[in-house]
């Protein structure tokens, strides 16, 4: 293995294998760190973690046990991938990590670059962008765990820093290789050993990555990984042959936990014609919804590619959440999530679509999923995997907010086939 990363949650760990593996490199997702060796022949690999909003001390430690697993593989350089909207608190978790694995790694720097123009987030005078809106403009600042209410990644990130952070700024980036790499350079020199590096194009992102290539650290969105791949060709290091995948046949579900917009919108198109199965959370926290009624369903609707979805819009996720506590019905739901996969799996379903970070977590632990293969992109950022649990199971985990209104119906059709 050559390169190594650290995601701190599972549909971000899928979107950076995908944009590895569509960088030409023989690509897998780890869930968790590894025990053993890797597969032969893995030239990237990418370890899911769901720390993005756990407590500081415990993510630094799951981030630190998966980068010396990668760095045992004999990795040489390591991506720390948060997300692209920089979610995060105050307290962490991303600085505190960050700082955390310059340390393991032994390095004085490491740029800072959630940027991923596919899906609309740039980073301009260290300023976060969510299409045409600041970030603390982009509904961000609602979110329940990490509400993002500062758009200057630069201040927001020194709030969770022991060192102070460093900046170079667009007009640095275009410059020129030899331009960028010494104004991070300078940053380094200055005890800056974190550097906020602007990028709003792809082009950015590709002049950076070759300005990383001897970095230990690289930490970003899965947009700066887009040149990274190059760094290893250009030295001859890559195989070049693509990890061959198994063919994945069966019937297929769709579970979605995710209430982003984008996410209500995708079931109510897939539902237009499919058969769903919609989840109130006050019905499960009562017991009138259970595991069993659940199943029960989905086996009267086997070979129609059928969706159960607990995705509500804000207002019913408030009162739920009012009545029942955020925490109470995320774990509820989750687990009840969770525990269908792995039914419905038991049952026979080979193709399995879920939407949000968090479920997708939830339902890859119940599966108990060790690894992933990395196959071709649903959508930016979402690729179709596939692992082997009983014959080849083929999988699509959606981040919240990705993917166009029909990505249901693509993911179903991309995972495998009937
Ligand atoms: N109807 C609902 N009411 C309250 N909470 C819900 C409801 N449906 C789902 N949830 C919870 O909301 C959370 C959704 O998080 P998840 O990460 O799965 O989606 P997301 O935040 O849209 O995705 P991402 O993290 O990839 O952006 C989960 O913890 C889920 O259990
Ligand atoms: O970077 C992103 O936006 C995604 O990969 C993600 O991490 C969402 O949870």
């Known amino acids: 293995m050559l390169l190594g990363a650290v995601a701190d949650d599972f549909t971000g760990a899928s979107d950076l294998a995908n944009t590895l593996a569509r960088g030409g490199m023989a690509t897998m997702q780890f869930v968790g760190a590894g025990t053993g060796a890797a597969p032969a022949g893995c030239e990237a690999g990418v370890v899911a973690l769901k720390t993005r909003s756990i407590a500081p001390a415990e993510a630094v430690r799951q981030s630190l046990d998966a980068a010396r697993w990668l760095l045992a593989q004999g990795c040489e350089q390591i991506i720390f991938k948060y997300c692209s909207t920089f979610d995060s608190t105050p307290e962490g978790n991303i600085g505190p990590v960050a700082e955390a694995l310059l340390d393991l790694l032994g390095t004085g720097v490491a740029v800072v670059c959630p940027v991923f123009p596919a899906a609309g987030r740039r980073l301009f005078m260290g300023h976060l962008f969510v299409g045409d809106r600041l970030l603390s403009e982009s509904g961000m600042e609602k979110h329940p765990l990490t509400p993002m209410t500062d758009p200057d990644i630069r201040r927001w990130l020194r709030r969770q820093t022991r060192g102070e952070v460093g900046h170079v700024p667009l007009d640095t980036v275009r410059a020129g290789g030899a331009a960028l790499a010494a104004a991070i350079d300078a940053e380094a020199a200055a005890a800056r050993r974190l550097v906020v590096t602007d990028a709003v194009a792809d082009q950015d992102l590709l002049a950076i990555g070759a300005a990383v290539a001897g970095h230990r650290l690289v930490t970003g969105g899965s947009g700066i990984a887009l040149g990274l ?3 290893f060709r ?4 890559l195989s070049g042959e693509p990890m061959t995948l198994p063919a994945v046949h069966g019937p297929a579900i769709v579970l979605c936990g995710s209430c982003s917009s984008a996410s209500q919108a995708q079931v109510a198109a897939y539902r237009a014609d499919r058969p769903g199965l919609a989840v109130d959370p006050a019905e499960l926290m009562d017991g009138r919804m259970t595991l069993g009624r659940a199943v029960e369903w989905v086996r009267s609707h086997a070979g129609e590619a059928p969706i159960v979805y607990s995705t509500a819009a804000p207002d019913a996720v408030r009162e739920a959440q009012k009545q029942f ?20 799996a038991e049952d026979g379903m080979k193709r399995i679509v879920v939407g949000g970070g968090e479920t997708s977590g939830a339902v890859v632990e119940a599966l108990g999923l060790r690894s992933l293969q990395i196959g071709s992109e649903i959508a930016p950022g979402v690729p179709a995997l596939v692992t082997e649990r009983g014959g080849p199971l083929g999988l699509a ?12 119906a693509k993911a179903v059709g991309q995972v495998g086939t009937a």
Request: aromatic fraction near 12%; charged fraction near 25%.
């Open 229 to 231: 791949p190059q760094n």
């Open 234 to 237: 250009a030295k001859g290091r």
């Open 325 to 344: 506590g955020r925490e109470a019905v995320a774990a509820a739901i989750e687990t009840f999530f969770g525990d269908l996969a792995r039914t419905v």
């Open 397 to 408: 985990l959606k981040s919240g907010n990705f993917g166009g209104a029909d990505f249901f």
